[in-house]
């Protein structure tokens, strides 16, 4: 390779493209380290420290020059492959960053990954004391989530390599998604799910048993389909596996065969009524419960910043809105009384039956926060449904209708600059709509009435609508604000300012991350950070800080 660019080229292309210069690097500043030899090839470490204090770490494959043949229609696809899993663009990619094949040097170069590899960690729990079920299912569940996720990643038309615990890196803390494949040395074609299940039963559960008796234990089958969802989704996990009981039905169910077809059969039922619990949230739970056992004597505002640490800390906010549910269910509430556990399960399993329903409309919410007398709880309860919502904000869940009709509305308690109080609320009737729109046309701002269109009201003391805002969902991250009103008596006392921060919470709270209005009241909305964008041709307000 001396002599030649290889090096460069495999800096720049397995990091964010950097750049070597070999007349920063020097004259020990390269160490190479043998890692293994594989049929024909050679595998080495090779780490590079220049003077100016950047380190890369690659993996080199170098490949018997009498044995390689450029013509070798194999090679070319392994190399195809690796380039194409290794750069998948919608997530995280599931072999490390591919740097560069050159046939004429019988060489390849991937990003080292320094971690200790599956079989490795297997090894370290099985040697020491107090490792508990936790750890062997995030090391199993993340080690099979990868091997989902590499055939999901290859359109679903090869068995990744060899799948073993050499040959997966599963890192530690649990926070990192770093879990990747190592190889695909030995990837075949895929023709039926046995082909992914079958070497993680041999070479994880038997080899793992086989080897470390003591641990047997601890490893649980129903992992394999945990992992299953978590990487393919619901519905694909559920087809998946329907067709894995399919083939585990084709022979004898004896042994692990046997096991793993009667954990399937429990576990697709469930897959159909209840919320999957990911293993990202399943680890952010476990570590809140770690810390509260060496903490406890927490107070409430430690315990809610602990939660909110979790849920950044393991990236939830890309999880569905039910997540957060769980991660307060099973951490803050975990310790209260049946009926509110019971009134919050009731919830849970509404926001999973109506996933397109808004949670702060339903029914079991406002039923739940109707159980709550604790001071903690109440103020914890409100953080997790309005979680934008400032201290000051008072939001709250009323139930309105009657019994055929009944439900939920989000109020807000607020004032003008005089003192004067009002309530931000949804309309609680059709007239109310109606008012609105006079209002509208008495100040000169001639709204159509549209059926798409969402509101919400300002009502002074006596109930009465003095203002509010028109808007509509654009998709389900964005929204058009199309009107804002306050009557004419209220104008000048701060309620329009009052009415456009209480809105745009309120969207925060509902996951939307962007609000567009057209150039009317410029002045006015560039006050309350809207800026003028090309691309929307109107004024935008990001939600998302």
């Not at 039963?201 to 793992?208: A, E, L, M």
């Not at 954990?263 to 809140?288: D, G, M, Q, V």
């Not at 962007?514 to 929307?536: A, N, S, Y």
């Amino acid at each position: 390779m001396i002599g030649t660019t290889f090096l460069q080229q495999s800096i720049l292309l397995s990091t964010d493209g950097q750049k070597l210069d070999l007349r920063e690097v020097p004259q020990d500043g390269i160490w190479v380290s043998r890692t293994a030899v594989r049929h024909s090839q050679r595998l080495y470490r090779l780490g590079i420290t220049a003077t100016t204090g950047k380190h890369y770490d690659l993996l080199i494959s170098l490949w018997d020059m009498q044995e390689l043949d450029p013509e070798d229609r194999s090679i070319n696809d392994t190399i195809y492959w690796m380039i194409a899993l290794s750069g998948y663009p919608h997530g995280n990619p599931s072999l490390p960053r591919f740097g560069c094949f050159r046939p004429e040097l019988g060489a390849l170069s991937l990003a080292y990954l320094n971690d200790l590899n599956a079989w490795e960690r297997i090894r370290e729990y099985s040697s020491g004391d107090g490792v508990d079920r936790q750890k062997w299912q995030q090391l199993f569940t993340g080690a099979f989530t990868t091997c989902f996720r590499s055939w999901l990643h290859s359109d679903k038309q090869i068995v990744p390599g060899m799948i073993t615990p050499k040959n997966i890196v599963v890192s530690e803390p649990d926070f990192r998604e770093r879990a990747k494949l190592l190889s695909l040395t030995g990837w075949k074609k895929y023709t039926r799910p046995l082909d992914l299940i079958q070497p993680i039963i041999h070479n994880f559960y038997k080899q793992t048993a086989m080897s470390f008796t003591s641990v047997q234990q601890n490893l649980d089958l129903q992992w394999i389909a945990d992992a299953c969802v978590d990487a393919l989704g619901r519905e694909d996990a559920a087809k998946f596996l329907s067709e894995l009981q399919e083939d585990l039905q084709e022979e004898s169910l004896d042994g692990y065969r046997g096991v793993l077809a009667r954990e399937i059969s429990e576990f697709l039922p469930k897959l159909e009524t209840e919320y999957h619990i990911c293993a990202t949230l399943r680890n952010a739970i476990n570590r809140y419960k770690s810390w509260e056992i060496v903490n406890p004597e927490a107070t409430a505002k430690a315990k809610n910043q602990v939660i909110d640490e979790m849920y950044g800390l393991y990236g939830m906010s890309s999880l569905p809105h039910q997540s957060r549910f769980h991660l307060y269910r099973n951490c803050w509430f975990n310790n209260s009384d049946d009926q509110i556990q019971q009134a919050f399960d009731r919830l849970l399993q509404a926001m999973y039956m109506a996933p397109e329903k808004t949670v702060s409309g339903m029914v079991q919410l406002s039923d739940m926060q109707a159980l709550l007398t604790d001071e903690d709880d109440i103020a914890t309860f409100s953080h997790m449904v309005f979680p934008h919502s400032q201290v000051s904000q008072k939001h709250k869940l009323t139930t309105v209708g009657d019994d055929e009709n009944k439900h939920v509305i989000v109020t807000s308690d607020v004032s003008d600059r005089q003192g004067g109080t009002y309530t931000i609320r949804e309309p609680l009737e059709p007239a109310e709509i109606g008012l609105l729109y006079r209002l509208f046309f008495k100040s000169g701002y001639y709204k159509t009435i549209s059926t798409q269109d969402q509101f919400l009201v300002l009502a002074d003391a006596d109930g009465q609508v003095a203002g509010g805002i028109s808007w509509h969902a654009v998709d389900d991250k964005t929204v058009h604000l199309n009107g804002i009103v306050v009557s004419t008596p209220l104008l000048g006392k701060g309620l329009s300012s009052v009415l456009i921060e209480d809105f745009c919470i309120r969207l925060a709270n509902m996951d939307y991350t962007l609000v567009k209005t057209v150039f009317v009241l410029r002045p006015f909305f560039e006050k309350h950070g809207f800026r003028l964008d090309r691309k929307w041709g109107g004024l935008v307000r990001s939600l998302e800080n």
